[in-house]
């Protein structure tokens, strides 16, 4: 089974401040993971994933996420922050063996300040 | 190239009366998922199908909820009676392929119900 765990359902930064949001993850086989952002009334949009390659994952809009097994996470970042960011963003994992559903955490809500 | 589309965007309704969501997936994508998303939790995933065939339904209650795609394209979410805790943001996804490495599930708009 996989679960995450986002710590902090809202974050506060200022406009050009280094984002980072936190995600942990428990998974009993190697997992596959993803970072999605929701803008209000809207649906939610891939940011970037892991999928067993290289360990530093590159995504839209200049975020970033590592994954760390030792650690078991994959927080993501910006170096700095626009207004454009504020939104609700999502960590999810499966697992990498047939299909296995999309377990989302609780969600980290960006608050971008100027 | 159209995203998945969902209707309605809204849909205010009072308890014990029957509701429908509808959605039309990528073009191409033979798996589709319905999630249902409670204020301030990540979506939970409802249903999945594989072309027609619903593969997972492990997670929808049943004895309230329903679901269709008869001809492996667009899909129906239906909720009869619908209580007040049925309030949510009810999410359409598609992807190509659900086996394997798990392809990009590319998400709608949602429908936001609410129950009075």
């Known amino acids: 089974a996989q679960s995450v765990t986002q710590l902090g359902s809202h974050v506060s930064v200022s406009e050009g401040a280094l984002v980072l949001l936190r995600c942990n993850y428990s998974?009993?086989?190697?997992?596959?993971l993803f970072w999605y952002v929701q803008y209000p009334n809207q649906g939610l949009q891939l940011l970037l994933k892991y999928t067993s390659a290289a360990t530093l994952v590159k995504g839209i809009n200049g975020f970033e996420a590592e994954f760390k097994k030792s650690e078991t996470s994959f927080h993501l970042t910006k170096p700095s922050a626009h207004m454009s960011d504020a939104a609700e963003y999502f960590c999810a994992v499966t697992g990498n063996t047939g299909f296995q559903k999309l377990v989302f955490g609780t969600g980290t809500r960006l608050l971008v300040s100027p | 190239e159209a995203g998945v589309v969902q209707s309605p965007r809204y849909k205010i309704i009072e308890k014990k009366q029957p509701v429908a969501f509808w959605c039309n997936p990528i073009?191409?994508?033979?798996?589709l998922y319905w999630y249902l998303q409670n204020l301030g939790q990540g979506p939970e995933l409802l249903i999945r199908y594989e072309n027609e065939e619903a593969v997972d339904d492990s997670q929808l209650p049943k004895d309230r909820f329903s679901a269709e795609r008869l001809k492996g394209v667009d899909s129906t979410l239906k909720i009869q009676p619908a209580e007040l805790g049925d309030s949510a943001v009810y999410l359409c996804?598609?992807?190509?392929?659900?086996?394997?490495?798990?392809?990009?599930?590319?998400f709608g708009p949602g429908t936001r119900l609410t129950v009075l």
């Open positions: 996804a598609s992807s190509l392929l659900a086996g394997g490495p798990p392809n990009e599930q590319f």
């Open positions: 998974s009993s086989v190697p997992p596959y």
């Open positions: 073009s191409g994508h033979n798996t």
